[in-house]
């Protein structure tokens, strides 16, 4: 089953025996950025520099993607080009309850309702089929710790990890500074074609630059 680069990010997210989502903020910049990412690689957007251009509406064939795309068209209102950071903060917690639900339609995690202590409704989303995970965490763990030349796919994946801080998520049993070491070799590496990697490094930067803004907002 492929699922993208935003969903893989939110299932490292959660925990696999309650379904309860970890580091949900800096795993809401990482799924939009997934998002962008995914429909960088499809022809879809460009980013350069601090700017984001749609350049193709059709569909993509993944329903996630396509909801995002249609959302961003509409965002666009006609212009251009407009901020990265801007959409990503717009989006960031509406794509990890649009990722969470495409998950759901995949049947790789379930949802459950609850209300804490009769009176909160909780939601959490425990873990369906668990080949989709362990698979996933292989992927990661032969490029980081084995060090597997990374796939397209997997690097950028391994990018948009490093750039939120999302390392012990992806390795909660230790390695880190093997972990971060090898995770910023490959988000800066010969991975992909220059513009893909171009893309990647100015939605990091704007990745930064979208929860700076936040923390600052929220501190004022």
Partial sequence: MAITLAEEVMLLSLDDESGSAKQRQAVG?????????????????????????????????????????????TWMRGRGKRRV???????????????????????????????ALGVFPVRRFPEADGV??????????????????????????IALIHSARLHRLAFPDGHRKQVVSRMAEVATGQWAAESVRAAIRDMQAAMVAATVLTAAAAGS
Avoid at 85 to 114: I, M, P
């Fill in 132 to 157: 989709v995970e362990r698979e996933l965490r292989e992927r990661l763990r032969a490029v980081v710790l084995d060090g597997a030349e990374p796939d397209t796919r997997t690097a950028g994946l």
């Fill in 29 to 73: 910049w990482a799924v939009a950025g997934g998002v962008l990412l995914e429909l960088v690689l499809a022809g879809r957007v460009s980013v350069t520099g601090k700017d984001l251009e749609l350049v193709d509406t059709t569909s993509t064939g993944d329903a996630l993607l396509d909801s995002r795309l249609a959302l961003m068209e």
């Fill in 85 to 115: 950071t801007q959409w990503l903060t717009k989006d960031q917690s509406k794509a990890v309850a649009a990722a969470l639900e495409s998950l759901c339609t995949r049947g790789v995690v379930v949802e459950e309702k609850r209300k």
